[in-house]
């Protein structure tokens, strides 16, 4: 058997649609942070495996995305339906990409509100304790609204959280 060692950490990773390998697609599907490129990522692979003979590697893509990629984005099993191929796969991606954003934007005002309201308690109250920490960063946006508006009058921490 012959096998050609690539070494993805030295691989140009350009655009997608900049790339005729799928390798370097592979690499750039690896490398992107956003679910958002996916579409790009994975458009570019619908255009290079559209072959009567690519079935089989269209599938292996799109079981790959299903099961490594979208999951280390923060992607649940339960937001991604079983898919026959890449071009499902893309048409999920299409509909799904602006939901995951406007969730993947309110995890980001919660964990900013609970870092400011973290901030504040320990100005006016000194150190937070461990306790109190996990249960601010644990609490829903209207939660937090409500121990802000708290923390404006409290005199000690427990009236905050009262």
């Given amino acids: 058997m012959k096998y050609r060692l690539i070494d993805e950490g030295s691989y ?5 649609a900049d790339r005729r390998n799928l390798v370097a697609v ?3 599907l690896e490398k992107t942070p956003e679910p958002t490129d996916l579409q790009r990522g ?8 559209d072959g009567p003979d690519d079935g089989e590697l269209r599938s292996a893509f799109a079981s790959w995305l299903q099961l490594v990629k979208l999951p280390s984005l923060g992607v649940s099993e339960e937001d991604i339906p079983e898919v026959l191929g890449l071009e ?8 799904r990409v602006k939901e995951w954003n406007k969730v993947l934007l309110q ?3 919660q964990q900013g509100e609970a870092t400011m309201l973290l901030r504040q308690l320990e100005v006016k109250f000194g150190k937070v304790d461990a306790r109190t920490r996990m249960q601010v960063e644990a609490a829903a946006p209207e939660r937090l609204l409500q121990w802000a508006e708290r923390l404006v009058t409290a005199e000690r921490l427990a009236d905050v959280f009262s």
């Fill in 88 to 95: 499902e796969f893309k048409a999920m991606l299409e509909e």
């Fill in 42 to 49: 994975i458009q570019r692979l619908v255009e290079l495996l």
């Fill in 26 to 28: 592979l690499f750039w």
């Fill in 107 to 109: 995890r980001g005002a």
């Fill in 12 to 16: 140009d990773l350009q655009e997608p």
